[in-house]
């Protein structure tokens, strides 16, 4: 019972509930700039995929395999986003003192930086999937034609 009070008396402290607040909000934008940045790539790469689609009709018409062509998509897609990633962490750990104004924990914890990154680079695997297999179903004469 004694464990009780003393938990119900710390929700209870103005301080806990203004970094509760903040937290959920941190919680809630973040979740939503990872989905404006999912769907953001997936548009740049359906744009990327669709400007080569004759590239990508002729690689296959000279016996490029849909392997190639999805790995292809693939490959140029992480250029840019491991690059991301880099500035992301670098920009990261060089703002530390200035979020921890804010929330008490230091963004220079490895384990949160390998959480996120992986994080980030699952959302943009599955955003550059669908483009990277529409590439790879291109009929050769059909992309031939498209221009």
Not at 28 to 55: C, D, K, M, P
Request: aromatic content about 8%; some cysteine; proline content about 2%.
């Amino acid at each position: 019972m004694h464990v009780r009070d003393l938990d119900s008396w710390i929700t209870d402290q103005q301080e806990y509930a203004q970094q509760r607040l903040v937290a959920t909000l941190f919680g809630i934008f973040s979740i939503l700039a990872l989905a404006l940045a999912a769907v953001g790539l997936f548009s740049v790469v359906s744009y990327g995929v669709a400007t080569r689609t004759n590239e990508f009709g002729i690689r296959m018409a000279l016996g490029a395999k849909a392997s190639d062509v999805f790995r292809i998509v693939l490959s140029s897609t992480a250029v840019n986003v491991g690059a991301g990633l880099v500035a992301g962490i670098l920009l990261s750990v060089a703002f530390d003192k200035l979020s921890t104004k804010w929330v008490t924990e230091s963004s220079r914890d490895p384990l949160i930086l390998a959480g996120v990154t992986l994080l980030l680079i699952a959302a943009a695997a599955l955003a550059c999937m669908v483009p990277a297999r529409r590439a790879a179903a291109t009929d050769p004469m059909q992309a031939l034609r498209y221009d």
